[in-house]
């Protein structure tokens, strides 16, 4: 089993950047595929980008495609999503996640087992 934990996040006017970081301990993070998703108030959980356990692969949803990058230092057991020109529609709790199943990285939800308690991010007009 692997916790995930976030950090990051904060306050940043429309056009700013952030970057969040997800940690956890031991070796065996290393091995998963991870997955950032987001849920902004009133609105339902979507994915935003993942990374395979090489992180080799990555993928991202079309509403963040040229704005974010993950990336991961497996030597620091940790991923990172720099996030650029960023709006105020991507303001959310940014979680990230272990997946649990399936070889390839994954969009869907029910594939992650394994959740951070969520960082917020704040993009002001």
């Known amino acids: 089993q692997v916790q995930p934990v976030e950090s990051g996040g904060g306050l940043v006017q429309a056009g700013g950047s952030l970057r969040l970081s997800c940690a956890a301990s031991?070796?065996?993070?290393?091995?998963?595929?991870i997955g950032w998703f987001r849920q902004a108030p009133g609105k339902v959980r979507e994915f935003v980008a993942v990374?395979?356990?090489?992180?080799?692969?990555?993928n991202y949803a079309d509403s963040v495609k040229g704005r974010f990058t993950i990336s991961r230092d497996n030597a620091k057991n940790t991923v990172y999503l720099q996030m650029n020109s960023l709006k105020p529609e991507d303001t959310a709790v940014y979680y990230c996640?272990?997946?649990?199943?399936?070889?390839?990285?994954?969009?869907?939800?029910?594939?992650?087992?394994?959740w951070g308690q969520g960082t917020q991010v704040t993009v002001s007009a």
């Open positions: 031991g070796r065996i993070f290393n091995s998963y595929h």
């Open positions: 990374i395979s356990s090489s992180g080799s692969r990555t």
């Open positions: 996640a272990a997946q649990g199943r399936g070889s390839y990285p994954s969009q869907s939800q029910s594939d992650y087992y394994y």
